[in-house]
């Protein structure tokens, strides 16, 4: 047999699309298998300053929005919370599980689903394309060569320190506001620094991608994960701060030891590379104009161009933080961009609107992985067995030994998060029901709160429904490769949390 048949018999992972019906298939059957059931919920009527809840038949009743309403209930929350508008979300209501009728998905919900994702996930789509044409437009004007050549004199012997310096920048933003799908926009600008720089992609989609994790993971002040998580715990966010914040710069030092070793392994020897075979097609798609030895004056266009496209990103951190903005908002910000980048580009109006639309071409597969992943959540939650799995993971860590429980509970919390992926979503159904049961065992409630932070973000490291396979797609990168850098350090950081989760517990 020659080499070039054993070539073509030689297995290929999966693309991201096919990951992704595996798991859409496997999410249908489990609402076959695991019995349907929900917790009652409550929510605030701000007009009419008072509580609704909902029973597992679907009918609501009104109760008085007082502190004695939460507390006959048994949902350790402070009425204040309600009314600033802190809790939107529904609450679960401990004590209330009940099992309804099963609501398997079968094939046409599935054949659907992914058509609803899209339609959920349009916002982040138009955010995603409108990226794409703005990288086609300055790449076309040679800015992002010019950028690189200028940046490789400057940095040469010291290309790690991009490294440390984008990891920990983007891990601030994660662990004080979430930053996460915002980290899109970045790959299209680093991927050909780091490769000009002598990594691979690999260590580009770490620094990213790890940054972002790792910070929401870790977070410590974050609003849409640790602050409601506390919230609905019935404490203040302020406990265990310090403990989360030394957490979170260790867990970052392990991290960036973990890349800096992989990361010199491939400078030194191209060929250690996890995916060297892919080497000249990434190459050649993100260099595809850089020439070394042809280097491209950076003259005023482009560095006019280049700080236009910059300053849009403080600009977008600064709308996000202050809890104002949103997808629709920061695409309207890098349309404006876009457009303002076509004037000073020197296109022909022709040639800069098919320019754009080429380069939001190039990132389809991107938007669509975005919606089917989406669509393995709408088939789970059609199938009503997220509060099932919540009735169930509770039950097993009642009266646990202090330091197993928190270890469970992040186990646990891990499980939880692949199935209901939203940070908010899984802290205000899963805390009223978790918190409580630290009492039964002796350990502050913060300690929940620290398990459920670490459970989910930790998977997120390879979570498929999140968006690691959206990142992967868009860098060439396949799922395969990644989980085999990443594992490795999934394992390390594990092992970190649940020791000092149980430290935290003593």
């Not at 050909?192 to 991608?209: E, M, R, T």
């Not at 630290?438 to 409630?445: F, K, L, N, P, Q």
């Not at 498929?464 to 990443?486: Q, R």
Request: aromatic content about 12%; charged content about 15%.
């Amino acid at each position: 047999m020659t080499d070039e048949k054993k070539r073509k018999r030689k297995f290929q992972f999966p693309t991201a699309f096919t990951v992704l019906f595996i798991i859409l298939i496997i999410a249908a059957i489990l609402t076959y298998i695991v019995p349907a059931g929900v917790y009652s919920k409550l929510q605030y009527n701000a007009d009419e300053n008072a509580f609704m809840v909902e029973n597992h038949l679907g009918e609501v009743t009104t109760l008085p929005a007082t502190q004695e309403s939460l507390e006959e209930l048994n949902i350790p929350m402070n009425i204040g919370k309600f009314i600033d508008g802190s809790m939107k979300k529904p609450i679960a209501i401990p004590g209330t599980y009940q099992r309804i009728q099963q609501s398997p998905q079968g094939l046409l919900p599935v054949i659907m689903s992914p058509i609803e994702g899209i339609m959920d996930t349009v916002d982040i789509m138009v955010f995603v394309l409108i990226l794409g044409g703005i990288i086609g437009l300055i790449n076309k004007t040679g800015t992002f060569d010019a950028g690189i050549a200028a940046l490789s004199k400057r940095t040469k012997g010291k290309e790690f320190l991009l490294v440390i310096f984008v990891s920990a920048l983007i891990a601030l933003g994660g662990t004080t506001f979430g930053l996460a799908e915002e980290t899109i926009a970045l790959y299209p600008i680093l991927m050909p620094i780091f490769i000009a720089s002598g990594y691979d992609a690999i260590v580009c989609i770490a620094a990213i991608y790890m940054g972002s994790s790792i910070g929401t993971m870790f977070s410590t002040v974050n609003p849409f994960s640790v602050v409601i998580a506390s919230d609905a715990a019935g404490i203040s966010f302020s406990e265990g701060l310090v403990f989360r914040g030394i957490s979170l710069v260790l867990a970052m030092i392990i991290t960036l030891m973990y890349i800096y070793r992989y990361a010199q392994r491939v400078k030194n020897n191209p060929k250690a590379s996890l995916i060297y075979e892919e080497k000249d097609k990434i190459e050649t798609r993100f260099l595809k104009n850089y020439n070394p030895e042809n280097v491209i004056p950076f003259n005023w266009r482009r560095i006019l161009i280049l700080l236009i496209f910059l300053a849009a990103f403080p600009l977008m951190i600064w709308g996000v933080s202050r809890g104002i903005w949103w997808f629709p908002e920061m695409s309207a910000l890098f349309l404006a961009v876009a457009i303002i980048i076509a004037f000073l580009s020197g296109f022909s109006e022709k040639e800069a609107v098919n320019t754009f639309l080429e380069g939001a071409a190039d990132l389809i597969g991107v938007v669509l992985i975005i919606g089917v992943a989406r669509a393995i959540n709408i088939v789970m939650d059609n199938g009503m067995i997220s509060d099932t799995l919540l009735y169930y993971t509770s039950s097993i860590i009642e009266n646990m030994n202090r330091g197993i429980f928190a270890a469970v509970q992040m186990i646990l919390f891990s499980f939880l998060g692949f199935f209901v992926p939203s940070s908010s979503g899984l802290a205000t159904l899963s805390m009223p029901i978790m918190a409580p049961l630290a009492d039964t065992v002796g350990v502050s409630r913060a300690v929940v709160v620290t398990a459920y932070n670490w459970g989910q973000g930790w998977m997120a490291f390879i979570t498929p429904t999140g968006l690691i396979l959206a990142t992967l797609e868009m860098v060439d990168v396949t799922y395969d490769k990644w989980l085999k850098f990443i594992l490795p350090l999934m394992g390390i950081i594990g092992v970190f949390s649940i020791v000092m989760l149980v430290l935290q517990s003593i």
